[in-house]
Nanobody, 128 residues
Framework: QVQLVETGGGLVQAGGSLRLSCAAS???????MGWFRQAPGKEREFVAG????????YYADSVKGRFTISRDNAKNAVFLRVAGLKPEDTAVYYC??????????????????????WGQGTQVTVSG
């Protein structure tokens, strides 16, 4: 089992940027990692994902070119750089870990049910 803790959220003006971090309680080399977000009254949605070795990354169309996911397996951490923020990016952002191979991840990364462990989330609020 692994515990995940997200940090780095906050209040930012439109066009601003943040760096979200996800710290794991143990090694994450065996996990594909993802970031999701959930706004009030909406379902949790996929934002970005990265396979175990970091070679492949995936993004929701709404954040492509603005968000960047990365991982540092030596530090048991995953990051999400969010830039060009818009008011519609306001949400609680969650980090998740899934026991998925590179092959299986490519078809399953958008589905929250594909992930086994979740953090408690960090709030990102973008003022217009």
């Amino acid at each position: 089992q692994v515990q995940l803790v997200e940090t780095g959220g906050g209040l930012v003006q439109a066009g601003g940027s943040l760096r979200l971090s996800c710290a794991a309680s143990r090694t994450v080399t065996t996990y594909a990692m993802g970031w999701f977000r959930q706004a009030p009254g909406k379902e949790r949605e996929f934002v970005a994902g990265i396979i175990r070795n970091g070679d492949n990354t995936y993004y929701a169309d709404s954040v492509k070119g603005r968000f960047t996911i990365s991982r540092d397996n030596a530090k048991n951490a995953v990051f999400l750089r969010v830039a060009g923020l818009k008011p519609e990016d306001t949400a609680v952002y969650y980090c998740a870990a899934g026991v998925l191979t590179e092959q299986s991840y490519s078809g399953r990364y958008r589905n929250p049910a594909s992930y086994d462990y979740w953090g408690q989330g960090t709030q990102v609020t973008v003022s217009g």
